[in-house]
Each structure stands twice: as C-alpha cells, then as structure tokens.
C-alpha cells in the first residue's frame, strides 16, 4: 500500500501551464491591437464642454476631427495664445478646410460620402468668433453635418 | 559524473510559472491605461452657404423665438434679459403654446428660433444655450411621442413614427451671422 502511494506521488500528474504565458500575450495583443490610440497628437489645448442632448458618433472612418483651442504651453512661444484650428496633426489656417475634407472625403465610397460628419472639438474657453469662421468654411465647402463634440453631463435629462 | 548530470537537469531551464503573471500584469495595464474615447456631441445640420442674409423681417414677431448671447455671456430673450435656467421651460412654451397665447408661436410648425451671438461670446456659453433649445424639442418630441404611439422619443425609433413628429413639430433654429463684439 505504502509503496503504492509513493509511486503515485513522484508521478505528479499536474496539467501544463507552459502554454498559458501564450495565452494571455494573445489576449495581450488582441486589446493592444482593439484599442484605437488617438491618432492625432494635440497640439492645441481642447476641453470640451458638457452638454445633455448628445448623439454618439457611431462610424469613426466617416468622421472628421477639427480641433479649435489655445496652443498647448510648448508651442505658444512660436504661435501664440490665440485660439487656433488644428487639422490632423498641424496647425491649419481657414483656407485649408477645404482640402483636409476632401482629403478625408477621396478615402471613401462615394455611397458613404454624403453621410460625412465633422466633428468640432472646441475647447469651452474659445470665443465664438473662430468657430464661427470654421462653420462658415464648412458651410462653403458643402459640408453641413456637424457634430459638436461634447462631453456628457452628470444631470442628464432622462426620457423616463 | 553522475553529479554533475543531476546538477544539469536541475539547472537547465528557467522556470517560466512567472511569465503568465508578468503577462497578466501588462494585459492589466493596458486595459486600465486604454479609455475607449467615447465621440458624442450635439449633432447640428448646418444651413447651406448663400450670400445673402435670410430676411426674417417678414417673419411674424409672435412666431420668432430670439436669443441673443452677448460678449459677456449674458442672454437676452425676446428682448428681455433672462437666465440659462428658464430657457428650456420658455422655449417649450414657446414652441407649443398650449393657452393659444397671443404673443406665442401660432402653431409649432410656425414657431423659429433664431439664435445670435457676438464674436466674443464664450464657446461654452452658446453650446450651453444650443443645449437647452434642444432639450426643449426632444422633451417635446418626447411628449408628443407618448401621447401618440405610447412610446418615448428616440433616435432609432420607427422612420415613419419619427417622420410624423417631426412633421408636427418642426426643429427650426435659425442662427445669424454674429456681431462682431468681444472678439479677442
């Protein structure tokens, strides 16, 4: 019996978890792969606003991203603290709406087209007058889907 | 010899238990470090470019809701000053009318509202007041909703339901070229 038992026990009859290192890189690429980092580095400084009546933006591919705020500290030596427009990773100037949406706008199905949404990420500091000329080269290009880009407020009005 | 080749196949691999952990503690990491950026905002359909003012003279005054956010952020509704807090109750009020009140939309197909700010108006102030104009329409929409189809107003709900009242009750937000005050 005793001799039994013993031999039993050098035999450890464990399940291998040499693969389960494998598994969880696997997961780990998974959600480094899924999670989307901004693509976009800031470079102006956006706190949005918070607002109640908020529809999400469902396609990312359809939206485009227009940011209006102060430079960022960094770069205020070399453009100031006025509020300025950012289009993709640069610092852009009105006249140069135009092209950045069509650019977005060639990448895309021309079935999709119509459904374009430009979001404007205003930071809640800035003055109308900027936005105000951003809507205006929106409007003149023909692009009238906007989305101001807020974030949601604690109090939300509730449809119940 | 016999030593030595015990010493080897005690030596000769590196315990990978730990790797699992060390993975685990990554994955953690980056599922904490990682916020999904959640897009939402107010979605806005803008009027499409002409050279020319729309004239809203010819507009009846009762049917005109006008708002105005000056420099200071401050409000001026149907010519008088007002707080941020009541607009939403005035504009539903506004908008439906329900004691057919003289001075007040004649019906919600007719009512408009028009929305002008300075240049030097606070970008927080005017989606704060965009906000509760909106706010106004869903509440009534959602009302309108309930009371016909039983059920509350959504963006997904049937085409046709959501057709119907927004035919009933029209959002029309008219917004004029900005004064050029306070610009900085």
Redesign the interface.
């Given at each position: 019996m005793a001799k039994f038992s013993k031999k039993r026990g050098k035999a450890k009859p464990e399940v291998s978890?040499?693969s389960?290192?494998d598994i969880?890189?696997m997961?780990?690429f998974f959600?480094?792969v899924v999670?989307?980092?901004?693509d976009a580095e800031l470079k102006v400084q956006v706190n949005?606003?918070r607002?109640?009546?908020?529809?999400?933006?469902e396609e990312?591919s359809m939206?485009n991203y227009l940011y209006i705020g102060r430079p960022q500290p960094r770069y205020q030596e070399l453009y100031g603290t006025?509020?300025r427009m950012q289009l993709g990773d640069k610092f852009a100037n009105l006249n140069e709406i135009p092209i950045f949406l069509e650019k977005h706008k060639v990448k895309l199905p021309e079935a999709k087209r119509p459904r374009i949404?430009s979001?404007?990420r205003?930071?809640?500091?800035?003055?109308?007058?900027i936005?105000?000329d951003v809507?205006?080269e929106?409007?003149?290009a023909?692009?009238?889907?906007?989305?101001?880009?807020?974030?949601?407020k604690a109090e939300k009005?509730t449809?119940? | 010899m016999a030593k030595t080749s015990s010493r080897d196949r005690m030596n000769n691999e590196i315990n990978?238990?730990s790797?699992?952990d060390?993975?685990?503690l990554?994955?953690i990491f980056?599922?904490v470090t990682?916020t999904?950026?959640?897009?939402?905002?107010?979605?806005?359909?803008?009027?499409?470019?002409s050279e020319e003012e729309p004239d809203i003279t010819k507009l009846k005054e009762r049917n005109v809701f006008s708002v105005l956010v000056n420099?200071q952020n401050q409000l001026l509704v149907r010519g008088e000053p007002s707080n941020i807090d009541n607009l939403k109750d005035r504009a539903k009020e506004f908008i439906r009318n329900p004691q057919n009140r003289p001075d007040l939309a004649e019906r919600p197909t007719k009512a408009i509202i028009s929305l002008k700010?300075?240049?030097?108006?606070?970008?927080?102030t005017?989606?704060?007041v965009?906000?509760e104009l909106?706010?106004a329409y869903?509440?009534l929409w959602?009302e309108l909703s309930r009371q016909k189809f039983g059920i509350?107003?959504?963006?997904d709900m049937a085409f046709a339901y959501k057709k119907a009242i927004r035919e009933e009750i029209p959002f029309v937000l008219s917004e004029a070229?900005?004064t050029?005050f306070?610009?900085?």
């Open positions: 978890t040499a389960l290192p969880i890189f997961l780990l959600f480094m999670t989307v980092l901004r949005t606003p607002a109640t009546e908020l529809t999400k933006l990312k939206v006025k509020p949404i979001s404007l205003v930071d809640g500091e800035v003055t109308m007058g936005v105000t809507k205006t929106l409007r003149k023909g692009q009238l889907k906007v989305n101001y880009s807020a974030k949601p009005f449809r119940n | 990978a238990g790797m699992a060390i993975a685990f990554l994955l980056f599922l990682t999904i950026v959640e897009d939402k905002g107010i979605m806005v359909k803008l009027p499409p470019w420099a700010n300075d240049r030097g108006t606070e970008y927080k005017y989606l704060e965009y906000n909106k706010a869903n509440e959602d509350p107003y959504s963006e070229e900005p050029a306070g610009e900085e």
